[in-house]
């Protein structure tokens, strides 16, 4: 079946610093997603991109949908502690959502 | 607050017994999803409808079963559970498919 490969599995970093995930795949997804989620809560959508090539950002964050459709990255520019979660990646295809398993990042003080 | 209710938000039960999870989505939403997170295997895809009908089918056993009203709330009914079962279950809704999903704050699932 489908699968998406995210990495890093976790990241430990220093406050102030940037971020960088990314998801890769061996199959060709028309729609990208990006969500965060906190712990016992249910995952917020960050980022939706539609389109390959497309590059958008939402505050400090700025995803990129993969020219080859295969691939997307995250990054987070100048991390605070409240970026603190569980960052997953989304691929969507005929109507099939399938998640990555998800970065954790921590922010050390 | 993503405007995707669920309820109930916490369900204890045994073995063999049968649930039923209730999803209200967001406004104008007709696309409403259904998820289960347990820890070792991440956020899975269930199943998804749109506007009343199913859409799509991801790894939802046998004994799940789900439905849309045409109030366009939905239920999953979770038949013969199994200590495995025991999970976070979540709804998200959207506009249509091609769009990214709100997610609700999810029931979890304690099978005894």
């Known amino acids: 079946g489908q699968q998406l490969n995210q990495s890093p599995q976790s990241m430990f970093i220093q406050e102030g610093e940037d971020v960088s995930m990314n998801c890769t795949s061996s199959?060709?997804?028309?729609?990208w997603l990006w969500y965060k989620q906190d712990p016992g809560e249910g995952p917020v959508l960050l980022i939706a991109?539609?389109?390959?090539?497309e590059l958008t950002s939402n505050g400090r964050l700025t995803a990129q949908f993969g020219i080859t459709r295969k691939d997307s990255f995250l990054n987070i520019s100048a991390s605070i502690p409240s970026d603190v979660g569980i960052y997953f990646c989304?691929?969507?295809?005929?109507?099939?959502?399938?998640f990555g398993k998800g970065t954790r990042l921590h922010i050390l003080p | 607050d993503s405007g995707v209710t669920q309820t109930p938000k916490h369900l204890i039960t045994a073995t063999g017994q049968r649930v039923t999870l209730r999803c209200s989505p967001r406004?104008?939403?007709?696309?409403v999803y259904w998820y289960q997170q347990s820890l070792d295997q991440g956020l899975q895809f269930l199943i998804q409808?749109?506007?009343?009908?199913?859409?799509a089918k991801g790894n939802i056993l046998e004994r799940f079963s789900a439905q849309q009203f045409p109030d366009l709330h939905s239920e999953l009914n979770l038949s013969s559970l199994e200590l495995g079962d025991s999970a976070l279950y979540f709804c998200?809704?959207?506009?249509?498919?091609?769009?990214?999903?709100?997610f609700g704050p999810g029931t979890r699932l304690t099978v005894l």
């Open positions: 998200a809704s959207s506009p249509d498919t091609v769009y990214g999903q709100f």
């Open positions: 199959s060709i997804f028309n729609t």
């Open positions: 991109l539609y389109k390959a090539g």
């Open positions: 989304a691929g969507n295809r005929d109507d099939k959502i399938i």
């Open positions: 406004s104008g939403d007709l696309s």
């Open positions: 409808y749109y506007n009343g009908e199913e859409r």
